[in-house]
């Protein structure tokens, strides 16, 4: 059994401390054991708004928590990420997905790999990650308060910052880590501008679509391995496979284009039309029909699908289009041939809105990149001040990254700040 780490309600109203990391998250506790590791003789604090910290921890990946993904050289993993993807490579070089299954392995949290790469503890449960990341800070002298939001930051040039919560606690320290995960309108917001500093507007990002089609109506749970979607009118497209929900379209094709086309999509207020490639790996789908049917001249059209496609989607196709049931191969003539290739090779669908990812989902936009050193994550707007996790405008698909670059930028954040002078 591990033991119950400490976690503190403040009692004292002023209170001093060398770091004080705003946000119990996944970032804020990477910065926070970082410093505190590297530099034993910092005080350090982690103040969460919440009654819990580590609360998406605990529900990612649908319980079992994706901590990163097996991709381990820093210029293919940048390429998962539509917001950060530049400015990440410098910090991928010195802390990547390989450091981090080092870090938990070591902390006796074992990883695996699935098939699509995607990591997550041997134990199947992200209570193994928090209760790891607790365990760590206990270790390292970390104190956490929860209910601790905070409401107001002053800096002094010669003092450095007063931190004020909302229940009238006042803390001073040298630095902070700004870990307060994706950024909404308001006083985060107001806050951070008041120092200079500018936010891409905070969307949404990793949605599934919600679509009414004939074609998919009436088929949820049924998925292709592969397919390619593409953002209509953009040069936007993604690969994957695809999943038919109740709702519409979902699976890592989907969420990918999400994700790369935020900006487009909500720019379109969430109405647009999106194509699907159902077999993008063939090039020549005409070719490949006459081979069926040169192949299986007698065999039924609806009973043989063609390019190992699902069977229920192979048959909606050829209903919609009006092929009768009971034709053969050998009855197809060229322009039916033309037909079906054109609607295996793209189906345009119209998205009407957009629904969560239960698995995952986050904010696109935060703190301007252009505004932060990417060696220390520290502001240039504001020396002392740190950044790390979603707040800033990084995003990724979906698979672990999300973790991996909460994970980087607070490990840098944290060393950072403790190897500055004091
Ligand atoms: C349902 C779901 C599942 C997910 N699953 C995965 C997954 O499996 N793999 C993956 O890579 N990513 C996943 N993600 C994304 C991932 O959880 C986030 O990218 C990651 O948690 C970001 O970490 P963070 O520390 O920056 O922010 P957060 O985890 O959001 O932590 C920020 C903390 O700051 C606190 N806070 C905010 N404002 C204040 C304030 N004023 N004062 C004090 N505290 C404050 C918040 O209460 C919060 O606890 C998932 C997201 C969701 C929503």
Known sequence: M?????????????????????????????????????????????????????????????????????????????????????ELLGPFYRWQPSNTVTWFESRGVPLKAEADGRMFPISDQSSSIVECLLNEARSAGVSIRTNQAVAQIKHHESEGFEVNTQDGHIYHAQKILWATGGLKPGPAMKLLSQWGHHMVDPIPSLFTFQIKHPLIEGLPGLSVDEAEASLCGTRIRCRGPLLVTHWGLSGPAILRLSAWGAREIHQAQESFDCDIDWIPNVKDAGFGLESMMKQHPNKQLHTLSPFDLPKRLWQRILDILGFKLGMTWRQLNSKQVRLLTE????????????????????TCGGVDLKEVQFKTMESKK???????????????????????????????????MAESAW
Do not use: M
């Open 2 to 86: 591990n033991p119950t780490p400490r976690v503190e309600t403040p009692s004292t109203k002023t209170i001093r401390q060398d770091i004080l990391v705003i946000g119990g998250g996944a970032a804020g506790f990477f910065g926070a054991i970082t410093a505190a590791e590297s530099n034993p003789g910092l005080k350090v604090t982690i103040l969460e708004k919440g009654r819990e910290v580590l609360s998406k921890v605990r529900i990612s990946g649908g319980g079992r928590c994706n901590v990163t993904h097996a991709c381990f050289d820093p210029v293919e993993l940048v390429k998962h990420y539509p917001r950060g993807h530049r």
């Open 343 to 362: 609607s295996l090779k793209r189906t345009t669908f119209h998205v009407s809105g957009k629904s969560r990812n239960k698995e995952e989902f986050v």
């Open 382 to 416: 504001l020396p002392g001040l740190h950044f790390a996790g979603e707040v800033l405008d990084i995003d990724a698909e979906t698979g672990g990254f999300n973790f991996q670059a909460a994970w980087t930028t607070g490990y840098l954040a944290g060393k950072a």
